[in-house]
């Protein structure tokens, strides 16, 4: 990412085709979903050397943004999901303050308000409090936030929020943690080995909680095997395996996504829209207290496998039950 503020001498627009060369596909996407699981809010979406930033509405979304040459912006518009423009933003490099007077920016600006990399600095102290790109007064995508002119975490950012892969330092500036965020929260550090496009991998062994609300595969769209390890994902309460197209196995593995509790209506599980997937292993005690279960759209499924024939499992113990496939 750049380190200062230039003007960019590429092309300032051009229509987006699919015979261009930058690829677009989708690696990871760092987003809510609601109860009919669709996406919801700001979301951070990882794409081969570059990130996409957008909002959805009911699973829906009608702009974004992504990075352009050295620090500037471009503008994504869609139709049905798909990116059918981008024009690249006409900032301009200025200074202003934001609306209260408590931070002058340093960068890009369009139509008064920060829009491309610059340098956030806070007006009393005069210190450097964000390094990095900024739409409308957001830390956005990429960027280095500071206190005393010390870093405190560097990495990606969604809606003014740690999102995505960062680093967070101590007072000495030494690494405290590094790994995955979400909305403004570390949510694991040994899944991923360092670099966002491992997401391209076809097997995965998860040990770790991706997220403590949603488990979302969906921009894995490589995977051919999942396992998750036992004992882990206590406090995810939703999860949400949807159209993974090349997803062969999925298991999960004793005592993992369970509380233990009384049943928890807004606990629920679905798998959906995988077609190679042929076998799904659930292993004893997991989902205890999940109330909603629904398998639907699994053409190639041979192997359905829950609990233990040997034990009580109590798997999806007071869940409905839903199979549903297109096949005749």
Known sequence: ?????????????????????????????????????????????????????????????????????????????????????????????????????????????QNDSPMGFGICKDIASNQVIYQGYMIGWERSIDGVSKKDNKKVFSGSWCAN????????????EMISREGYWFNDEFIQSNLFLANPLNLSMSKWKVNTSL??????????????????????????????????????????????????????PKRSFCISDCPLLESILIGKYCFTDFTHFELSKLDSLEVLKIGSIDFDSFNFYEASFSIQSSSC
């Open 161 to 172: 929020k740690r999102c995505g892969y960062g680093i967070e330092y101590d007072e000495n």
């Open 211 to 264: 997220c403590s609300e949603v488990l979302n595969f969906s921009g894995f769209q490589k995977v051919e095997e999942i396992t998750f390890n036992s004992r882990n994902f206590e406090t995810t309460g939703i999860v949400n395996i949807t159209g993974l197209q090349n997803l062969k196995k999925i298991e999960f593995e004793a005592n993992g996504f369970s509380m233990f509790g009384y049943a928890n």
């Open 1 to 109: 990412m750049g380190d200062r503020v230039t003007e960019s001498e590429e092309e300032t627009s051009y229509s987006y085709s699919s015979n261009e060369e930058e690829d677009l596909t989708e690696l990871c996407a760092f987003v809510k979903y609601n109860k009919e699981y669709k996406r919801e809010g700001p979301a951070l979406i990882y794409i081969p050397d570059n990130y996409i930033l957008t909002e959805y509405k009911d699973g829906k979304c009608e702009k974004g943004y992504m990075l352009h040459g050295d620090n500037g912006l471009s503008e994504l518009k869609y139709e049905n999901n798909k990116i059918t423009s981008r024009t690249v933003i006409e900032a301009t490099p200025g200074k202003l303050h934001d609306p209260t007077g408590t931070y002058e920016f340093n960068g890009f600006i």
